[in-house]
């Protein structure tokens, strides 16, 4: 029996899961400062402080703004995500069970990402507490506030991240369900429920943190956050004599970091509010 996979086999999979890592994966990916091709096992993010202008007397120097300059690291690891394919089962539902495997592989790499990310966002120090309430307008408000209070650019590079529960919440918004869809602005967000309203693109994601029935929603500009890639996704297929199946196995490393917390707004909402 011959142990080699065909190239034909191979160079498909791998095309099958890009486009399903692309369409169905991360959705917050591209949310937050990237750095790919990242050579070794960690990142540094460069921070600036804000700066002030001065008055210049006539001959005098000119004033300094003594940028603050700091930096912020990211550790990097590795996951993994794989699967075996039966001969057999290849032969019965031969397109099939290739999709189905570059699927399942694409969103389990697509969801640790955003699950990386979350998890960094979860340490912000900007929190509107939950008050036995669900998300309201007012808190909205409010997170919005904080972020206008802190100086967060107004530029199109904020975003925020809700769960199913708060997303229907939402909806009772006039302002917000009567708002644009947000997949005309951002091709990767074409096909998802997305909107954009004061100024934020608008997302639903369930896997958002829940402790004690308390959900945390987050509110956050690009450039708070950052996830660093030594490999993208990535599919190896190789076949296996002993199981007579092909093992396809996706990779990743990643890792993500907060870079300014004062960028990051969490609002804590009731998850089993009774939605009006």
């Known amino acids: 029996m011959s142990t080699t996979i065909t190239e034909a086999f191979v160079t498909e999979y791998t095309e099958m899961v890009h486009n399903a890592y692309q369409g169905q994966g991360s959705k917050m990916r591209h949310t937050v400062r990237l750095q790919p091709k990242v050579k070794g096992s960690k990142c ?120 199913p529960q708060q997303w229907n919440e939402m909806l009772n918004i006039e302002e917000f369900k009567s708002s644009d869809y947000s997949g005309e602005q951002y091709s990767w967000l074409k096909g998802t429920e997305s909107r954009t309203w004061l100024g934020i693109t608008w997302m639903f994601h369930t896997g958002l943190p829940l402790d004690g029935g308390t959900r945390s929603c987050f509110i956050y500009h690009r450039n708070a956050a950052g996830l660093a890639e030594g490999q993208e996704i990535k599919a190896f297929v190789d076949w296996v004599p002993e199981k007579a199946a092909h093992l396809v196995d996706h990779m990743l490393s990643a890792g993500a970091c907060l870079i300014d917390s004062e960028g990051v707004v969490e609002i804590q909402c009731d998850d089993s509010a009774v939605i009006s």
């Not at 979350?118 to 309430?133: P, Q, R, W, Y």
């Open 44 to 163: 540094v993010f460069q921070k600036v402080g804000k700066g002030a202008a001065g008055k210049k007397t006539r001959h005098g120097n000119v004033p300094l703004m003594n940028l603050n300059h700091s930096t912020v690291s990211c550790t990097l690891s590795d996951w993994y995500a794989a699967e075996y394919i039966d001969k057999l089962d290849e032969i019965k539902e031969r397109g099939n069970e290739q999709q189905v495997a570059a699927n399942a592989g694409a969103w389990a790499l697509g969801r640790k990402i955003d699950e990386l990310i979350i998890d960094k966002l979860n340490g912000a120090f900007n929190v509107v507490a939950e008050t036995s309430t669900g998300l309201t307008k007012d808190k909205i408000l409010q997170a919005f506030g904080t972020l206008n209070a802190n100086d967060v650019p107004d530029d199109g590079n904020r975003f925020a991240i809700v769960g």
